[in-house]
């Protein structure tokens, strides 16, 4: 297996010198021999080296450097003079491109290339310049590089200026996309062609679908009342907000909280107005259902928000409210957006609740979707989040009827899906790096959260090198050092595998 990753340890960098030495002093005459039969470049501390590996073997290398002048400027001067201004905007340089020998082959340059393509977008370069040897020039051009000057060296080592443009990676780029393994919480690939693009949602067709992907999610969440929306769970808890505010007007509220999406509700609730109270636990810390209690006796709080699978953590929040809610008159109102879909429980007891398409369910992003157990009552609520008015008109304003059709078919999984998904998740709590770095959370099969030591801290940067995507750049992740990885996408018993063999060799190497 070949995997690519950016050198760190003084081990990869000692290897580095000696390949260094073997193909451009031994194999190509770029500079004299020494006893050490090690060459560590001129600008070895400016240097970002991608290496490639087979399996724990260190095998290829290149390095990447933006400091100027560059070594190219030296030999034709100031680049920017060949190239297209729009190119110039961030450029680097690569150098030292190196493969042993017996590993001379399309599967070890692809990937290298792939990597290096990668890296340059991730870093946002428009375009990166090179010295290729003549005797590559073939190569050189396959990884999307193009001659922009003349060729300049010796007769025995002739090089040629090149250039990778943001616009020239990006087949190879799209190809690595193609065969990337994403463990994001959404959006979700789709591997089924689209269909009903050009359905109007006034057709009869059209509301045949509708009923029946209103059918299955009321089945599924044992609940009366659900009206769809055309926009992401934000919209949906928007009109949960804006229904709350109407139906409990002049009375209070309370939202508990304890991770990122909780707060954002807060932001929210305040952005709209609502007199409520706020109890914040803190992150991956389960609610205290005794002080809840006493919140509870002390105040009259006519409803009552949180988050039911909190996705910043992994946390399942919640299972003994219900009883609260009820023992205290007070309508308990959830977002579900990352746990409905992912495990089994009913939306019986719920005032309001809502969720997406795109998330566990495993549809098409698009859709959400707002549940409730009465007729939802007329408000002043803006009329595309106004509940009562979709109720009465059922289909008021544009719904595609392609999103419509991808959440009835990942619904149609059900309720099989909920077995997938729990099986996936003891895969996952089976593996070692769960056992020692995931956050020991009430757990729900649809995501887990990772606080990483300092020596796997590139471990995210360097599996996207591999077109390996774990969920780590959300703010709210980056400021925590957590990583995430979700258990909803298709194919997510291929990319694990693949996941945790680099992890094996990531460990060993460093």
């Given at each position: 297996m070949y995997w690519c990753k950016i050198a760190t340890s003084e081990k990869e960098f000692a290897e580095i010198a000696v390949l260094n030495y073997a193909t451009f002093v031994e194999e190509i005459p770029q500079h004299?021999?020494?006893?050490?039969?090690?060459?560590?470049?001129?600008?070895?501390?400016?240097?970002?080296?991608?290496?490639?590996?087979?399996?724990?073997?260190?095998?290829?290398?290149?390095?990447?450097?933006?400091?100027?002048?560059?070594?190219?400027?030296?030999?034709?001067?100031?680049?920017?003079?060949?190239?297209?201004?729009?190119?110039?905007?961030k450029l680097c340089e690569v150098r030292l491109l190196a493969i042993k020998k017996p590993f001379r082959n399309g599967r070890v340059f692809l990937r290298l290339a792939q990597a290096l393509a990668n890296y340059l977008f991730e870093r946002r370069y428009t375009a990166c310049v090179i010295s290729g040897t003549t005797r590559e020039e073939k190569l050189y051009k396959q990884m999307g590089f193009q001659q922009f000057a003349e060729a300049v060296g010796t007769s025995e080592a002739q090089f040629l200026p090149m250039v990778l443009t943001r616009e020239g990676s990006a087949p190879l780029r799209q190809r690595l996309r193609r065969d990337a393994f994403t463990f994001y919480p959404g959006p979700v690939l789709q591997q089924e062609s689209l269909v009903h693009t050009d359905l109007s949602h006034r057709s009869f067709a059209f509301q045949l679908l509708f009923q029946e992907l209103h059918q299955r999610l009321l089945a599924l969440a044992d609940a009366k009342y659900v009206t769809t929306l055309v926009g992401t769970g934000t919209l949906a808890n928007e009109a949960m907000l804006a229904q709350l505010k109407s139906d409990f007007s002049g009375s209070k509220g309370l939202i508990i909280t304890n991770g990122e999406f909780g707060e954002r509700l807060v932001k929210q609730a305040k952005q709209q107005q609502l007199t409520f109270d706020v109890q914040a636990f803190a992150w991956q810390e389960p609610f205290d259902l005794a002080h809840i209690e006493e919140m509870l006796k002390l105040q009259e709080y006519k409803w009552l928000l949180y988050v039911h699978g909190e996705t910043s953590t992994g946390m399942c929040n919640g299972e003994q409210l219900a009883l609260l809610a009820e023992q205290y008159g007070v309508a308990l109102c959830a977002d579900c957006i990352s746990s409905f879909g992912a495990c089994q429980f009913s939306l019986a007891p719920f005032y309001l609740a809502t969720t997406v398409s795109g998330k566990a369910i495993g549809a098409l992003s698009g859709l959400s979707f707002v549940f409730s157990n009465h007729q939802p009552q007329p408000s002043d609520a803006p009329l595309y989040m106004n509940l009562a008015h979709y109720a009465q008109l059922q289909i008021p304003f544009t719904l595609p009827a392609v999103l419509i059709h991808s959440a009835l078919a990942a619904l149609r999984h059900y309720p099989a899906r909920f077995a997938l998904l729990k099986k996936r998740m003891k895969m996952l709590q089976a593996w070692s790096c769960y056992q020692q770095y995931a956050l020991k959370t009430n757990a729900y099969p649809m995501i887990v959260t990772f606080k990483l030591p300092h020596e796997l801290s590139n471990l995210g940067e360097d599996l996207k090198l591999n077109g390996i995507y774990l969920h780590d750049e959300s703010g709210y992740l980056q400021s925590r050092s957590f990583v995430q990885i979700s258990i909803i996408q298709p194919n997510f018993e291929e990319a694990f595998t693949m996941l945790k063999t680099i992890y094996e060799y990531y460990q060993c190497i460093d």
């Amino acid at each position: 297996m070949y995997w690519c990753k950016i050198a760190t340890s003084e081990k990869e960098f000692a290897e580095i010198a000696v390949l260094n030495y073997a193909t451009f002093v031994e194999e190509i005459p770029q500079h004299p021999t020494n006893e050490a039969h090690r060459l560590v470049d001129k600008f070895h501390t400016d240097n970002t080296y991608l290496v490639v590996y087979k399996e724990q073997q260190l095998i290829g290398m290149l390095a990447l450097r933006d400091k100027r002048p560059f070594s190219l400027d030296s030999k034709i001067g100031p680049v920017e003079r060949y190239l297209n201004v729009e190119d110039c905007v961030k450029l680097c340089e690569v150098r030292l491109l190196a493969i042993k020998k017996p590993f001379r082959n399309g599967r070890v340059f692809l990937r290298l290339a792939q990597a290096l393509a990668n890296y340059l977008f991730e870093r946002r370069y428009t375009a990166c310049v090179i010295s290729g040897t003549t005797r590559e020039e073939k190569l050189y051009k396959q990884m999307g590089f193009q001659q922009f000057a003349e060729a300049v060296g010796t007769s025995e080592a002739q090089f040629l200026p090149m250039v990778l443009t943001r616009e020239g990676s990006a087949p190879l780029r799209q190809r690595l996309r193609r065969d990337a393994f994403t463990f994001y919480p959404g959006p979700v690939l789709q591997q089924e062609s689209l269909v009903h693009t050009d359905l109007s949602h006034r057709s009869f067709a059209f509301q045949l679908l509708f009923q029946e992907l209103h059918q299955r999610l009321l089945a599924l969440a044992d609940a009366k009342y659900v009206t769809t929306l055309v926009g992401t769970g934000t919209l949906a808890n928007e009109a949960m907000l804006a229904q709350l505010k109407s139906d409990f007007s002049g009375s209070k509220g309370l939202i508990i909280t304890n991770g990122e999406f909780g707060e954002r509700l807060v932001k929210q609730a305040k952005q709209q107005q609502l007199t409520f109270d706020v109890q914040a636990f803190a992150w991956q810390e389960p609610f205290d259902l005794a002080h809840i209690e006493e919140m509870l006796k002390l105040q009259e709080y006519k409803w009552l928000l949180y988050v039911h699978g909190e996705t910043s953590t992994g946390m399942c929040n919640g299972e003994q409210l219900a009883l609260l809610a009820e023992q205290y008159g007070v309508a308990l109102c959830a977002d579900c957006i990352s746990s409905f879909g992912a495990c089994q429980f009913s939306l019986a007891p719920f005032y309001l609740a809502t969720t997406v398409s795109g998330k566990a369910i495993g549809a098409l992003s698009g859709l959400s979707f707002v549940f409730s157990n009465h007729q939802p009552q007329p408000s002043d609520a803006p009329l595309y989040m106004n509940l009562a008015h979709y109720a009465q008109l059922q289909i008021p304003f544009t719904l595609p009827a392609v999103l419509i059709h991808s959440a009835l078919a990942a619904l149609r999984h059900y309720p099989a899906r909920f077995a997938l998904l729990k099986k996936r998740m003891k895969m996952l709590q089976a593996w070692s790096c769960y056992q020692q770095y995931a956050l020991k959370t009430n757990a729900y099969p649809m995501i887990v959260t990772f606080k990483l030591p300092h020596e796997l801290s590139n471990l995210g940067e360097d599996l996207k090198l591999n077109g390996i995507y774990l969920h780590d750049e959300s703010g709210y992740l980056q400021s925590r050092s957590f990583v995430q990885i979700s258990i909803i996408q298709p194919n997510f018993e291929e990319a694990f595998t693949m996941l945790k063999t680099i992890y094996e060799y990531y460990q060993c190497i460093d």
